[in-house]
Structure formats: C-alpha cells, structure tokens
C-alpha cells in the first residue's frame, strides 16, 4: 500500500475579482506522505489558506487533480465527499469559525455528535481534548466570553477529537502565547506517531523548524524550503 495519501496533479487555482483575473497557484504537482507534519510558508496572501481548502474540499481547484487515498477528489460524488470531510479531514481555520450559540464543549463534541455518538459520551470525549489544550478551566464557556487565543484552541481541539487521518491547520497558533504555540505544535509533532498528515500554514518560522519539512507558497509556485 502507497504511504503517500495526498497527491496533487497539475494544480492551478484562480479566483476572478471585478472582472481581473488571479493565479494563485498555478500548475503544482505534489505527493505527500503520511507520518509528517509539514509547515506551508509564503507571504500573506500568497495562497496558503487556498491551497488547504482546496485540500479539505470546501473549494474546488481551476484546473488539475486531487487525489485523497487514491481517489480524485473533483471526480467523485457528494456522498462520498461528505463521508471524507467527516471522517477523514480536520481543518482548523484561520478563523477559528466557532459555533456561537454552543459551549467550548458542545464546540469540542460537534465532530462525534455529526458522527452520531451519543452526546453525553461525546461530551467527556470532548472535556479530555479541551484539557490536552490547557482548557480544563474553560469547558462551559461561550465563544464570546473566550479570547482570541482560547477561542483557537477550542477550534483545535475540535479538530484534533475527530481522530482523522490528515489534519490541515490555518494558522493555528497565529493567536497563541508562546508557550500555547509550543504545546500546540508538540500535540502535532506527536501525532505523527498515529501516521497522519499534518500540514500547517504559519508565519511562525520558529515552529516551522520543528516540522518535518517546509513548503514555501510563492507568485503561484510550491517549492521546499529551507528555514
Ligand atoms: N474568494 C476569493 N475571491 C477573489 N480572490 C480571492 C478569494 N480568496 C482568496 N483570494 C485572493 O487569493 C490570494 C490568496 O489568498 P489566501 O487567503 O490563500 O492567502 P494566504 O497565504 O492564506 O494569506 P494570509 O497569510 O494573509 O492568511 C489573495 O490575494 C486573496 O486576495
Ligand atoms: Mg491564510
């Protein structure tokens, strides 16, 4: 069986604004194994955050080809995909994209509720996640009543309790402390035992060491990178 679970075929990506055309990625061909936590750099707006939702199918590419444990993702049909979203991909977003009317816990739990377990089951699955990011003292509070940094590692938790087997993090810790960044990221590097994928956008190029390798988004090109 092939390790590599993400490859990507000649892969471009535009979006057109007011009429003006833009490349964002153009022409990427890539193959990515499992077991790995993989840093994406490159400048704002040079296309991290597309090039992860084009992963985790909430955008699909201009041109090129996914392919997810052997299968292209633009080519197979919606119950597949949303079978994939819900057992096989987390994304944490830049925006953290918390539920506002639910509790860090109901936040946490959304992921195995969808999946049909039981809630309260869920609920203690839920409580154990919230205490692997420093939240033990947070469980029934609003999104609005967290900050900034703790509304992120709600939304790390939740991705984290879902147990899938490629993780795609926005800039997880773009909000964190350094010492939350450092536990955030040493949760990821751990993982890797568990044979995920791991890739995390960041412009923290001191965590970006950590990771197994780098990948640097530039005018529309991936290449390796060294930090
Ligand atoms: N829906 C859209 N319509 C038009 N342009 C878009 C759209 N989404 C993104 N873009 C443009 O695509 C480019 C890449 O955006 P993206 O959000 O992927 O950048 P990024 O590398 O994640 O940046 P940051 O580090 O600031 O998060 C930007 O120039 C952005 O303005
Ligand atoms: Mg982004």
Avoid: W
């Avoid at 194994?33 to 201009?62: W, Y």
């Avoid at 938790?157 to 993090?169: D, F, G, S």
């Amino acid at each position: 069986m092939t390790k590599k679970i993400i490859e990507i075929k000649n892969l471009s990506k535009n979006f057109v604004n007011n009429g003006s055309k833009i490349t964002v990625l153009r022409n990427i061909n890539l193959k990515i194994e499992t077991g790995k936590v993989i840093a994406i750099l490159g400048p704002s707006g040079s296309g991290k955050s597309t090039f992860l939702h084009l992963i985790s199918l909430l955008d699909a590419p201009t041109n090129g080809k996914i392919f997810i444990f052997g299968k292209s993702i633009t080519d197979i049909n919606d119950e597949e995909k949303n079978k994939l979203i819900r057992e096989d991909i987390s994304i944490i977003f830049q925006n953290n994209n918390l539920l506002s009317d639910f509790t860090a816990l109901e936040n946490v739990a959304m992921p195995l509720i969808i999946r049909d377990e039981k809630y309260k089951k869920s609920i203690l699955i839920a409580e154990k996640f919230l205490k692997k990011v420093n939240l033990g003292h947070r469980l029934n509070h609003f999104p609005s009543d967290l900050s900034g940094g703790e509304q992120q590692r709600v939304a790390i938790a939740r991705a984290l309790i879902a147990e899938t087997k490629i993780i795609l993090a926005d800039e997880p810790t773009g909000n964190l402390d350094n010492k939350n960044a450092k536990d955030i990221f040493s949760y990821f590097l751990k993982l890797r035992e568990k044979n995920k994928i791991i890739l995390i956008a960041t412009h923290n190029r001191e965590l970006a060491k950590k990771a197994d390798y780098a990948l640097s988004i530039s005018d529309g090109d991936i290449k390796r990178a060294n930090v």
